[in-house]
């Protein structure tokens, strides 16, 4: 059974720092690896979809990066600002999607 | 449509009362699949059809809950006899096929009371 875990659960950090937010996942069968934005009371906003055939993608300030062997993603955010204070869920999509718990990220101003 | 459409965006339901919650997934998407968010915590995946097939209901928490696409387009999640833990927001998500990028609703949320 595909589980999926986010760390950490919760992140603040000051604006105009770099961060990184990680999801690890236990089986390595997997079509596609996707990084959601999630505002408070909103739906998801994809930030990033890596296929399993690939290794990393970037949009913007947004770099994610995924070792299928290792069962690893990472999500880099350059320069944050403080609209990038959301929750962040990784989702890895094998036979269904699965999701991990998110990461809860505050940029202070 | 240009996007996932739910309906409705908000509903109220008195404990015990049925509901039904739609999903109008991306024109030709193949794929369509139903989650729920409880508050806090990440979508935990209830239902997922391909066309009019449902190929894993493993996710439903209870008999009280069926979902089904009957004609592979538009999708129904029906919920029996509320509880208030079924409180939650219910997020429909489609894709062309089972392994491309899915795209998501912006959810219905339930509140029993």
């Known amino acids: 059974k595909q589980e999926v875990t986010q760390i950490p659960a919760a992140l603040s950090v000051p604006e105009g720092e770099n961060l990184v937010l990680n999801c690890s996942f236990t089986d390595s069968a997997i079509y596609n690896l996707q990084w959601f934005r999630q505002d408070p009371g909103k739906g998801l906003t994809s930030l990033l979809l890596i296929q399993s055939s690939q290794r990393e993608q970037t949009s913007g300030r947004l770099n994610a990066s995924l070792d299928k062997s290792s069962g690893r993603s990472t999500l880099y955010i350059a320069a944050s600002q403080p609209g990038d204070s959301a929750t962040y869920l990784c989702?890895?999509?094998?036979?269904?999607?699965?999701f991990g718990k998110g990461t809860r990220l505050h940029i202070l101003p | 449509g240009a996007g996932v459409s739910q309906s409705p965006r908000y509903k109220v339901a008195k404990r015990g009362q049925d509901v039904a919650l739609r999903c109008d997934p991306i024109?030709?998407?193949?794929?369509l699949f139903w989650y729920q968010q409880a508050l806090g915590q990440g979508p935990e995946f209830l239902t997922y059809?391909?066309?009019?097939?449902?190929?894993?209901k493993s996710g439903l928490p209870s008999d009280r809950f069926f979902a089904e696409r009957p004609e592979g387009s538009v999708s129904t999640l029906k919920i029996q006899r509320t509880q208030q833990e079924d409180s939650a927001v219910y997020l429909c998500a489609s894709s062309f096929t089972g392994n491309t990028e899915a795209f998501f609703g912006q959810g219905t949320r339930l509140t029993v009371v």
């Open positions: 989702a890895v999509e094998g036979d269904k999607i699965i």
């Open positions: 024109s030709g998407h193949v794929s």
């Open positions: 059809f391909q066309n009019e097939a449902q190929l894993d």
